[in-house]
């Protein structure tokens, strides 16, 4: 679970090269600080990833370390998404327990999350969500009673807010 | 994933045909085209289809007898002439060895340039024979590093390496270039010569756009802060150095004469003989430096960065000072200290600005009066002077002593290359360093055995000049078999070895905050005899034991131009470095020499004149 006091996420547009993850990773690893979550891919700029990192920092050390990340060559840009600001979204895959009458309460789950069945088994469901962070981790709360196999989530992506001049 | 640079089409000069060239033809073309005069290095395996077209190449070649040797030559040569230094080595071991010259580099933003041979591209990963991951390793010790995966890349990245290492904050670059990518015999190897503009490196550079511009605003601001202070200290640190910006720190500093300190790193950026200059600051700094630092109520740090080894106790750091911290590495303004006015710029084009500034308001005459300020530092420059005992007859020698003769009886324009610990510290008291560029050490990652080789280097930068390797017994011992580089290469760099038989610095802790319980520190003066050993490695070598012999010894030495020369002077090794604020301790703390304290000790009488100061 992700404290949300301290956590900051950063979203890093980087020159799509190999080794760019590890300079990345590695400024954080130096000073003992973890990522909580990380998620990379391309963006619509052929060449360019975004790097999205969700780190559980003070806010002090974090403005050493988003000046640090600044002089890599490879990054371009960073932009702190303030999560009142920002629009973010994870996905969750999970295995879980679904036998006789929790079968049908995991289902209904599901749907009250607006989550959907990816597999089906005789004793186990696999459902996909993808919702906020906070949402995955009511989710994971509400299914654990029921025998989770397996769970995989993505880390969080963010992109800041429309401005609407509103 | 792309990982090419290499524009679409190679663009040809006056619509001749492209000339043809290998991957290792082109490296070496692309350094002379770079400037490169020299390179410090060693051959193995990998990088063996880079050497060859060395013998055509009008670059002059050093070999090093280890490959951190390189290393630091490079750094040595940087120091001295503030061109990159260019360091070329093959994979596995060669380039783990030259790992702590980078990390050196790195540290003291030392413009270099490394090329380390590697395992072919179809071998990496496999654990092959002499394969390190090199990238990895030197990710966190290089400004920048890349893996160069194809030969018509060759010239991009080490424009782009030239670029990185020189422009912005400098420091060391590495590129690692697998053998199959500069094999002649690859047919893949082969491409057509281009050489990229300087629009294209910085195209291809997106994310590196240094500010060396100050801001005018934060500048106007800061010249203000100047003219209003009445206890102004000008903190000059390296950066002031690596931007060239000796000439119009003098004319700040005279213009409002200010006092000025200049830390290790940054040691004849301001020269000590000026009656501004008050010295090294800082854990060996002397009392006025230190203290005037303390008392303070408005510091200018110049391309300085509130390192541990100048602030003391960070709390008790200069408590009354406001501060105007200028910087090109952005990430170092607030990062120990917070300034009160940061600006991000090159310190050469931010003071001069400042200078503008400071005339168009008014000048001199515009500022308050420093005059009590300035009487004050002079009252502790009288009273608190670097001292030293001068030896008893028939005594070990004092290495002051023998650095002050040193000084005296070398040219003025003396270079001096120092390693790291006690003799670092009394090279940097005790010598007077009058022009910049004249000092040369290992001041952030602290590297023992630095000395010898970083003087080889600067003395093939700057061959006109008198180069004096001032070494520890210690120190030496980690890189002395260079010598036998200058031997061979005939560079006359010459050695003076303060021997006093011990990892001196480190016994100087152990006597003062580990009840005199020696470990492990313990060299002999006589194993190895420094005399044999220099003569052996094709040097000149003498030794000396008594103060009479100091002088015609050191002579000699100056004399000698065809050789390297070492001196192996016998120093006491009862001799501990003074002043010295103790590790975790505020700087007021600071001791001048045995046991005496002035701020402690001495308070009831000094009460008067330095509360008056603080407040």
């Known amino acids: 679970m992700i404290d949300e006091v301290h956590h900051h996420v950063l979203s890093v547009l980087v020159e799509d090269k190999s080794g760019v993850l590890a300079r990345v990773a590695g400024l954080f690893a130096r000073r003992g600080y973890n990522i909580e979550s990380l998620a990379v891919a391309p963006t619509s700029d052929p060449g360019l990833s975004r790097i999205t990192i969700t780190v559980n920092v003070d806010t002090a050390p974090l403005e050493q370390m988003v000046k640090q990340l600044n002089k890599l060559v490879n990054v371009l840009k960073i932009t702190e998404l303030d999560p009142r600001h920002s629009v973010e979204r994870e996905l969750m895959l999970v295995t879980v327990q679904a036998d006789g009458a929790g079968r049908r309460e995991v289902i209904e789950l599901t749907q009250v999350f607006n989550g959907r069945i990816l597999d089906v088994g005789h004793h186990a469901v696999t459902i ?37 001049g509103a | 994933m792309d990982t090419s640079d290499t524009p679409a089409k190679p663009p040809t000069t006056d619509g001749a045909a492209p000339e043809r060239i290998n991957g290792g033809q082109a490296l070496i073309r692309a350094l002379e085209l770079e400037g490169t005069d020299t390179i410090f290095g060693l051959p193995g395996g990998a990088i063996l289809p880079v050497y060859d077209p060395i013998l055509d190449s009008p670059i002059r070649h050093i070999l090093v007898r280890h490959e951190q040797g390189a290393g630091h030559m490079a750094e040595g040569y940087a120091h001295a002439t503030g061109r990159p230094g260019v360091a070329m080595v093959t994979s596995g071991p060669a380039a783990t060895n030259i790992v702590t010259p980078l990390c050196d580099a790195y540290m003291d933003s030392v413009p270099m340039v490394c090329i380390t041979g590697q395992v072919g591209t179809k071998s990496l990963g496999t654990d092959a024979f002499q394969e390190a991951d090199t990238v990895g390793i030197t990710r966190s010790v290089t400004k920048h590093n890349e893996l160069v995966t194809a030969a018509a890349d060759i010239p991009m990245k080490v424009r782009q390496a030239f670029h990185l290492a020189t422009t912005g904050r400098p420091g060391p670059v590495l590129l690692d270039i697998p053998k199959d990518v500069v094999d002649p015999n690859n047919p893949d190897a082969w491409f057509d010569w281009y050489w990229p503009t300087d629009d ?164 001199a005459e515009a500022a308050t009066d420093i005059g009590a300020w300035r009487s004050t530092v002079s009252g502790w420059q009288e009273k608190f002077p670097l001292t030293y005992e001068q030896s008893e007859p028939g005594e070990l020698l004092k290495p002051q002593f023998v650095l002050e003769q040193l000084r005296d009886l070398s040219p003025e324009d003396t270079i001096v290359a120092s390693g790291v610990g006690q003799h670092q510290m009394w090279a940097s008291q005790f010598w007077t360093f009058r022009h910049p560029y004249t000092w040369i050490n290992s001041g952030g990652l602290g590297t023992m055995g630095f000395s010898v080789p970083a003087a080889i280097g600067a003395k093939v930068g700057m061959p006109g000049r008198t180069v004096w390797s001032v070494d520890g017994d210690g120190c030496f011992q980690m890189t002395a078999q260079e010598l036998v580089t200058a031997a061979t290469e005939r560079i006359p760099v010459k050695v003076a070895i303060l021997n006093n038989a011990y990892l001196g610095m480190v016994r100087q802790w152990q006597e003062m905050f580990y009840e005199e319980r020696y470990s492990e520190v313990y060299l002999s003066p006589d194993l190895p005899d420094y005399v044999k050993w220099a003569e052996a490695m094709g040097c000149v070598a003498f030794r000396v034991e008594s103060p009479e012999e100091v002088a015609p010894t050191i002579r000699k030495a100056n004399e000698i131009d065809d050789r390297p020369v070492v001196i192996e002077f016998r120093t006491d090794s009862a001799e501990k470095v003074f002043p010295m604020v103790p590790s975790g301790k505020g700087n007021d703390e600071i001791v001048v020499s045995q046991g005496v304290v002035p701020n402690v000790a001495a308070a009831p009488h000094d009460a008067d004149q330095a509360e008056g100061v603080a407040q």
């Open chain 1, 128 to 164: 996909a969500l993808d919702a906020r962070p906070d949402r995955l981790d009511t989710f994971e709360t509400l299914l654990t009673p029921y025998g989770v196999t397996s769970l995989q989530r993505t880390g969080r992506v963010a992109l800041p807010k429309i401005d609407n």
């Open chain 2, 200 to 363: 294209e490196v910085r195209a291809s550079l997106p994310g590196y756009r240094p500010t060396t511009t100050g801001h005018p605003r934060k500048i106007r601001e800061a010249a203000e802060m100047i003219l209003a202070a009445e206890r102004p200290v000008l903190y000059v640190g390296g950066g002031v150095l690596k931007a060239r910006a000796a000439e119009v720190l003098r004319e700040l500093a005279e213009l409002l004469q200010i006092p000025v300190v200049t830390t290790l790193m940054a040691r004849g950026a301001f020269p000590d003989d000026h009656p501004l200059c008050l010295g090294m600051p800082g854990m060996h700094g002397n009392y006025t430096a230190v203290t005037a630092m303390q008392r303070s109520d408005l510091l200018v740090a110049l391309g300085s960065r509130f390192d541990d080894r100048v602030t003391g106790k960070l709390d008790e750091f200069s408590p009354d000072a406001k501060v105007i911290h200028v910087d090109i590495d952005p990430a170092e303004l607030g990062k120990v200290r917070n300034a009160n006015v940061p600006i991000v710029g090159d310190c050469r084009q931010v003071i001069e600005a400042l200078v503008a500034d400071v005339r168009k308001l008014g000048g």
